[in-house]
Protein backbone atom coordinates (compact mmCIF):
# COMPACT_ATOMS: atom_id res chain seq x y z
CA UNK A 1 0.00 0.00 0.00
CA UNK A 2 1.58 3.43 -1.15
CA UNK A 3 1.12 5.39 2.18
CA UNK A 4 2.08 7.95 4.81
CA UNK A 5 1.08 7.64 8.42
CA UNK A 6 1.19 11.14 10.91
CA UNK A 7 0.39 9.91 14.73
CA UNK A 8 0.18 13.20 16.71
CA UNK A 9 -0.90 13.12 20.52
CA UNK A 10 -2.52 9.64 20.51
CA UNK A 11 -1.61 6.58 21.78
CA UNK A 12 -2.26 4.23 18.74
CA UNK A 13 -1.19 0.59 17.85
CA UNK A 14 -0.34 -0.04 14.16
CA UNK A 15 -0.30 -3.77 14.24
CA UNK A 16 0.05 -6.39 11.33
CA UNK A 17 -1.82 -9.37 10.78
CA UNK A 18 0.99 -12.05 12.78
CA UNK A 19 4.19 -9.75 13.69
CA UNK A 20 6.14 -13.00 14.04
CA UNK A 21 5.68 -14.50 10.84
CA UNK A 22 8.22 -13.20 8.62
CA UNK A 23 6.17 -14.07 5.96
CA UNK A 24 3.20 -12.18 6.52
CA UNK A 25 5.58 -9.23 7.95
CA UNK A 26 7.17 -8.98 4.11
CA UNK A 27 3.69 -9.06 2.61
CA UNK A 28 2.43 -6.22 4.74
CA UNK A 29 3.78 -2.75 3.20
CA UNK A 30 3.69 0.75 3.74
CA UNK A 31 5.48 2.06 0.91
CA UNK A 32 5.98 5.84 1.47
CA UNK A 33 6.73 6.69 -2.42
CA UNK A 34 9.62 8.66 -1.83
CA UNK A 35 8.21 10.84 1.21
CA UNK A 36 8.38 9.58 4.67
CA UNK A 37 6.75 7.07 5.64
CA UNK A 38 5.48 7.34 9.59
CA UNK A 39 6.13 10.33 11.54
CA UNK A 40 5.52 10.09 15.10
CA UNK A 41 5.70 12.56 17.90
CA UNK A 42 5.54 14.93 19.83
CA UNK A 43 3.60 13.00 22.33
CA UNK A 44 3.61 14.68 25.69
CA UNK A 45 0.14 13.00 27.01
CA UNK A 46 0.13 9.58 25.93
CA UNK A 47 2.33 6.41 26.54
CA UNK A 48 2.90 6.44 22.70
CA UNK A 49 2.26 4.32 19.82
CA UNK A 50 3.34 0.64 19.12
CA UNK A 51 3.79 -0.64 15.89
CA UNK A 52 4.31 -4.36 14.76
CA UNK A 53 4.44 -6.47 12.54
CA UNK A 54 5.12 -4.34 9.15
CA UNK A 55 7.30 -3.79 6.27
CA UNK A 56 8.16 0.07 5.59
CA UNK A 57 10.23 0.78 2.70
CA UNK A 58 9.84 3.23 0.03
CA UNK A 59 10.41 6.51 2.45
CA UNK A 60 12.71 9.16 2.51
CA UNK A 61 12.90 8.60 6.59
CA UNK A 62 11.62 4.83 7.22
CA UNK A 63 10.33 6.01 10.90
CA UNK A 64 10.76 9.70 12.04
CA UNK A 65 10.33 10.04 15.80
CA UNK A 66 10.48 13.22 17.67
CA UNK A 67 9.80 13.60 21.41
CA UNK A 68 8.26 10.06 21.51
CA UNK A 69 8.80 6.51 23.23
CA UNK A 70 7.16 4.54 20.84
CA UNK A 71 7.43 1.02 20.55
CA UNK A 72 8.57 -0.56 16.97
CA UNK A 73 8.44 -4.34 17.06
CA UNK A 74 9.09 -7.42 14.53
CA UNK A 75 9.46 -4.98 11.65
CA UNK A 76 11.47 -4.69 8.88
CA UNK A 77 12.45 -1.46 7.61
CA UNK A 78 13.92 -1.08 4.57
CA UNK A 79 14.80 0.52 0.77
CA UNK A 80 14.64 4.29 2.51
CA UNK A 81 16.58 7.02 1.05
CA UNK A 82 17.29 9.42 4.04
CA UNK A 83 17.87 6.99 7.48
CA UNK A 84 15.43 3.62 8.38
CA UNK A 85 15.31 5.20 11.46
CA UNK A 86 15.36 9.14 12.08
CA UNK A 87 14.93 9.85 15.70
CA UNK A 88 15.22 13.71 17.35
CA UNK A 89 15.18 13.79 20.90
CA UNK A 90 13.33 10.92 20.77
CA UNK A 91 13.88 7.14 22.90
CA UNK A 92 12.25 4.38 20.69
CA UNK A 93 12.71 1.03 21.49
CA UNK A 94 12.84 -0.85 19.45
CA UNK A 95 12.54 -5.22 19.19
CA UNK A 96 12.90 -8.07 16.76
CA UNK A 97 13.34 -5.53 13.75
CA UNK A 98 15.44 -5.51 10.78
CA UNK A 99 17.44 -2.21 9.72
CA UNK A 100 18.42 -2.93 5.84
CA UNK A 101 18.99 -2.16 2.81
CA UNK A 102 18.54 1.99 3.63
CA UNK A 103 20.65 4.88 2.63
CA UNK A 104 21.10 8.83 3.93
CA UNK A 105 22.09 11.79 1.52
CA UNK A 106 21.91 14.80 3.74
CA UNK A 107 23.41 13.34 7.01
CA UNK A 108 24.78 10.33 8.78
CA UNK A 109 23.10 7.07 10.02
CA UNK A 110 22.59 4.83 6.63
CA UNK A 111 20.07 2.65 8.94
CA UNK A 112 19.60 4.52 12.06
CA UNK A 113 20.15 8.45 12.90
CA UNK A 114 20.02 9.72 16.43
CA UNK A 115 20.85 13.55 17.55
CA UNK A 116 19.53 16.26 19.85
CA UNK A 117 20.21 13.44 22.70
CA UNK A 118 18.14 10.60 21.66
CA UNK A 119 18.30 7.23 23.72
CA UNK A 120 16.66 4.90 21.52
CA UNK A 121 16.49 0.90 22.54
CA UNK A 122 17.17 -1.50 20.45
CA UNK A 123 17.38 -5.66 21.42
CA UNK A 124 17.16 -8.45 19.03
CA UNK A 125 17.79 -6.39 15.83
CA UNK A 126 19.49 -6.80 12.76
CA UNK A 127 20.81 -3.64 11.27
CA UNK A 128 22.58 -4.82 7.97
CA UNK A 129 23.76 -3.26 4.29
CA UNK A 130 23.02 0.25 4.67
CA UNK A 131 25.43 2.54 3.33
CA UNK A 132 25.79 6.58 3.53
CA UNK A 133 28.38 8.83 2.29
CA UNK A 134 29.41 10.09 5.39
CA UNK A 135 29.39 8.66 8.67
CA UNK A 136 27.81 6.33 10.27
CA UNK A 137 26.84 3.21 7.97
CA UNK A 138 24.65 1.11 9.88
CA UNK A 139 24.21 3.90 12.99
CA UNK A 140 24.74 7.37 14.11
CA UNK A 141 24.31 8.10 17.34
CA UNK A 142 24.92 11.41 19.08
CA UNK A 143 23.26 10.75 22.23
CA UNK A 144 23.51 7.49 24.34
CA UNK A 145 21.53 4.28 22.40
CA UNK A 146 21.36 0.80 24.15
CA UNK A 147 22.20 -2.01 22.34
CA UNK A 148 21.33 -5.81 23.71
CA UNK A 149 21.44 -9.09 21.47
CA UNK A 150 22.03 -7.16 18.12
CA UNK A 151 24.00 -7.85 14.84
CA UNK A 152 25.33 -5.02 13.16
CA UNK A 153 27.00 -6.19 9.54
CA UNK A 154 27.92 -5.46 5.69
CA UNK A 155 27.42 -1.79 6.57
CA UNK A 156 29.41 1.35 4.41
CA UNK A 157 30.42 4.76 4.87
CA UNK A 158 32.59 6.70 2.98
CA UNK A 159 33.96 8.37 5.57
CA UNK A 160 33.94 7.14 9.51
CA UNK A 161 31.99 4.43 11.33
CA UNK A 162 31.04 1.58 9.34
CA UNK A 163 29.03 0.00 11.57
CA UNK A 164 28.65 2.71 14.59
CA UNK A 165 29.33 6.21 14.93
CA UNK A 166 28.93 7.93 18.51
CA UNK A 167 29.10 11.12 19.16
CA UNK A 168 29.35 11.92 23.05
CA UNK A 169 27.17 10.10 25.08
CA UNK A 170 27.63 7.08 26.67
CA UNK A 171 26.24 4.19 24.29
CA UNK A 172 26.00 0.53 25.70
CA UNK A 173 26.44 -2.58 23.90
CA UNK A 174 25.48 -6.11 25.41
CA UNK A 175 25.74 -9.27 23.38
CA UNK A 176 26.55 -7.89 19.80
CA UNK A 177 28.17 -9.17 16.93
CA UNK A 178 29.46 -6.37 15.01
CA UNK A 179 30.87 -7.52 11.81
CA UNK A 180 32.30 -7.21 7.73
CA UNK A 181 31.43 -3.27 8.15
CA UNK A 182 33.46 -1.06 6.34
CA UNK A 183 34.73 2.81 6.06
CA UNK A 184 36.71 4.41 4.04
CA UNK A 185 38.98 6.15 6.29
CA UNK A 186 38.60 5.20 10.27
CA UNK A 187 36.42 2.93 12.24
CA UNK A 188 35.22 -0.02 10.19
CA UNK A 189 33.43 -1.22 13.36
CA UNK A 190 33.09 1.78 15.78
CA UNK A 191 34.18 5.12 15.54
CA UNK A 192 33.55 6.82 18.76
CA UNK A 193 34.21 10.65 19.20
CA UNK A 194 33.97 12.78 22.79
CA UNK A 195 31.62 9.53 23.68
CA UNK A 196 32.39 6.72 25.96
CA UNK A 197 30.72 3.90 24.55
CA UNK A 198 30.43 0.38 27.04
CA UNK A 199 30.75 -2.50 25.29
CA UNK A 200 30.07 -6.06 27.25
CA UNK A 201 29.96 -10.04 25.97
CA UNK A 202 30.46 -8.33 22.13
CA UNK A 203 32.42 -9.88 19.26
CA UNK A 204 33.89 -7.43 16.74
CA UNK A 205 34.92 -9.17 13.86
CA UNK A 206 35.89 -8.43 10.15
CA UNK A 207 35.46 -4.98 10.15
CA UNK A 208 37.82 -2.81 7.56
CA UNK A 209 39.91 -0.99 8.10
CA UNK A 210 40.08 -1.36 11.94
CA UNK A 211 37.50 -2.82 14.47
CA UNK A 212 37.51 0.76 16.75
CA UNK A 213 39.16 4.05 16.16
CA UNK A 214 38.60 6.25 19.03
CA UNK A 215 38.94 10.41 19.12
CA UNK A 216 39.14 12.83 22.02
CA UNK A 217 37.35 10.16 24.80
CA UNK A 218 37.75 6.45 26.11
CA UNK A 219 36.11 3.39 24.95
CA UNK A 220 35.49 0.77 27.67
CA UNK A 221 35.56 -3.10 26.51
CA UNK A 222 35.09 -6.70 28.66
CA UNK A 223 34.53 -9.26 27.53
CA UNK A 224 34.53 -9.35 24.19
CA UNK A 225 35.86 -10.76 21.22
CA UNK A 226 38.09 -7.94 19.20
CA UNK A 227 40.05 -8.84 15.94
CA UNK A 228 43.48 -7.54 16.41
CA UNK A 229 43.14 -7.37 20.56
CA UNK A 230 41.66 -4.54 22.59
CA UNK A 231 42.86 -4.15 26.41
CA UNK A 232 40.64 -5.11 28.86
CA UNK A 233 39.13 -7.52 31.32
CA UNK A 234 38.03 -10.94 29.89
CA UNK A 235 38.89 -9.96 26.15
CA UNK A 236 40.09 -12.43 23.64
CA UNK A 237 41.33 -12.03 20.10
CA UNK A 238 39.90 -15.31 18.44
CA UNK A 239 38.66 -15.96 15.18
CA UNK A 240 34.60 -16.51 16.45
CA UNK A 241 33.98 -18.45 13.63
CA UNK A 242 30.85 -16.79 13.01
CA UNK A 243 28.56 -19.74 10.41
CA UNK A 244 25.19 -18.94 9.17
CA UNK A 245 23.04 -21.75 10.50
CA UNK A 246 19.68 -22.15 9.45
CA UNK A 247 18.28 -19.10 8.90
CA UNK A 248 20.59 -17.20 11.84
CA UNK A 249 23.69 -15.10 10.47
CA UNK A 250 27.01 -14.62 12.54
CA UNK A 251 26.51 -17.33 15.01
CA UNK A 252 28.88 -18.76 16.52
CA UNK A 253 29.99 -22.20 15.54
CA UNK A 254 28.29 -24.13 18.47
CA UNK A 255 30.00 -27.64 17.47
CA UNK A 256 33.16 -29.44 15.87
CA UNK A 257 32.31 -30.16 12.48
CA UNK A 258 33.21 -29.69 8.70
CA UNK A 259 31.43 -27.20 6.41
CA UNK A 260 31.36 -28.11 3.05
CA UNK A 261 35.70 -29.24 2.36
CA UNK A 262 36.34 -26.86 5.50
CA UNK A 263 36.88 -27.93 9.34
CA UNK A 264 35.29 -25.43 11.73
CA UNK A 265 36.08 -25.45 14.81
CA UNK A 266 33.40 -24.70 18.16
CA UNK A 267 33.58 -21.18 18.76
CA UNK A 268 36.17 -19.79 21.30
CA UNK A 269 33.08 -17.55 21.91
CA UNK A 270 30.40 -19.98 23.70
CA UNK A 271 31.00 -19.75 27.52
CA UNK A 272 33.75 -16.99 27.41
CA UNK A 273 31.66 -13.80 28.22
CA UNK A 274 31.51 -12.05 31.86
CA UNK A 275 30.88 -14.97 34.24
CA UNK A 276 28.72 -12.62 36.37
CA UNK A 277 26.35 -12.75 33.92
CA UNK A 278 24.34 -15.72 32.90
CA UNK A 279 22.16 -16.83 29.43
CA UNK A 280 18.70 -16.45 29.51
CA UNK A 281 18.75 -19.60 27.59
CA UNK A 282 20.95 -22.60 27.52
CA UNK A 283 21.27 -26.26 27.83
CA UNK A 284 19.45 -26.28 31.53
CA UNK A 285 16.35 -24.36 29.89
CA UNK A 286 13.66 -27.36 28.22
CA UNK A 287 13.15 -24.18 25.23
CA UNK A 288 16.77 -24.32 24.00
CA UNK A 289 17.55 -26.41 20.53
CA UNK A 290 19.62 -29.45 21.30
CA UNK A 291 21.97 -28.61 18.35
CA UNK A 292 23.06 -25.61 20.07
CA UNK A 293 25.33 -27.00 23.10
CA UNK A 294 26.35 -24.52 25.91
CA UNK A 295 26.33 -24.10 29.36
CA UNK A 296 24.91 -21.40 31.68
CA UNK A 297 27.48 -18.84 31.92
CA UNK A 298 26.84 -15.90 29.16
CA UNK A 299 28.28 -16.52 25.68
CA UNK A 300 29.68 -13.13 23.51
CA UNK A 301 27.90 -12.04 20.86
CA UNK A 302 24.65 -12.19 20.28
CA UNK A 303 23.07 -15.04 21.16
CA UNK A 304 24.09 -14.68 24.42
CA UNK A 305 23.26 -13.36 27.34
CA UNK A 306 20.30 -12.64 29.41
CA UNK A 307 18.22 -11.44 26.19
CA UNK A 308 18.97 -14.56 24.12
CA UNK A 309 15.53 -15.85 24.20
CA UNK A 310 14.34 -13.32 22.45
CA UNK A 311 15.68 -14.90 18.86
CA UNK A 312 13.57 -17.86 20.19
CA UNK A 313 10.26 -17.86 18.20
CA UNK A 314 8.59 -21.20 17.46
CA UNK A 315 9.74 -21.29 14.08
CA UNK A 316 13.60 -21.41 15.47
CA UNK A 317 12.54 -24.25 17.99
CA UNK A 318 11.00 -26.43 15.36
CA UNK A 319 14.36 -26.23 13.08
CA UNK A 320 17.06 -28.99 13.15
CA UNK A 321 20.50 -29.04 11.43
Known sequence: MDSRIKIPNLELTILGWDP?????????????????VIIMGPTPLSSDATISGITITGGGRGIFCSETSASIRHCVIKGNTDSGLYCYDASPSVTNCIISENTATRHGGGGVYCISQSSPIFANCTITENFVPGDGGGLF????????????SRNTASELGGGLYCYFGNTALMNCTITENRASEAGGGLYNRRGAPILTNCIFWGDFPREFDVEEDSL????????????GEGNISRDPALVEWLGFESMPNPIDRWIGDTFTPRSSCIDAGDPSITDG???????????????????????????????????????QP
Open 20 to 36: EDPEIVNATVLDGGGED
Open 220 to 231: SVTYSDIQGGWA
Open 281 to 319: ISDSHPNWPNWYPNGTRSDMGAYGGPGNGGWLGGQFLSR
Open 141 to 152: VSGSASMQNCIV
